[in-house]
């Protein structure tokens, strides 16, 4: 067997195991559910103004190359894409609501963290017509940068809208 073959992975596997040099300081649990409580601190606003339609729902976004924003539709936007991807939802929808049957914050650092939420979204078009996705799941990675909680990348996902029965 040939060792030089070995030893890029043997290098991968040190690097693996010790963090690429890193050393993760381990967050205690009190300090973990100080995250998750403010991180939900941020994703309620969040959705109260989405359910409002409020045409500045981005402000909770991190406005820079990194954001990323990939909808229920399969298509990917950057931060410029998904301010106005939201103003025309903002023109053609008059609210929506969000039914969250189930929610979690996954803690992953100090300044970053994974909020994910399950449930179903109605849009009430401007003529009154609701759409409906049931189910529908998001998930939001958020960084906290200068002190504030900031949604850096989010994924939605769900079955086509349709028609709300009554």
Request: hydrophobic share 40%; charged share 20%.
């Amino acid at each position: 067997m040939n060792l030089r073959a070995l030893a890029p992975l043997a290098f991968a596997g040190i690097l693996a195991l010790t963090g690429c040099g890193r050393r993760a300081t381990a967050l205690t649990e009190a300090q973990k559910t100080t995250i998750r409580q403010e991180v939900l601190q941020v994703m309620k606003p969040f959705f109260a103004e989405a359910e409002r339609m409020d045409p500045n729902v981005e402000k909770t976004c991190l406005d820079n190359p990194d954001f990323a924003y990939a909808s229920i539709d399969g298509k990917s936007y950057a931060y410029p894409e998904f301010k106005k991807m939201w103003a025309e939802a903002v023109s053609q929808f008059a609210s929506q609501s969000f039914v969250i049957r189930g929610e979690k914050v996954i803690v992953l650092a100090p300044d970053a963290a994974l909020y994910c939420w399950c449930g179903a979204n109605d849009m009430v078009q401007k003529n009154g017509t609701v759409l409906r996705a049931d189910p529908y799941c998001g998930t939001y990675l958020l960084r906290k940068m200068g002190g504030t909680w900031k949604v850096t990348y989010m994924h939605e996902s769900s079955l086509p809208m349709a028609p709300a029965k009554k």
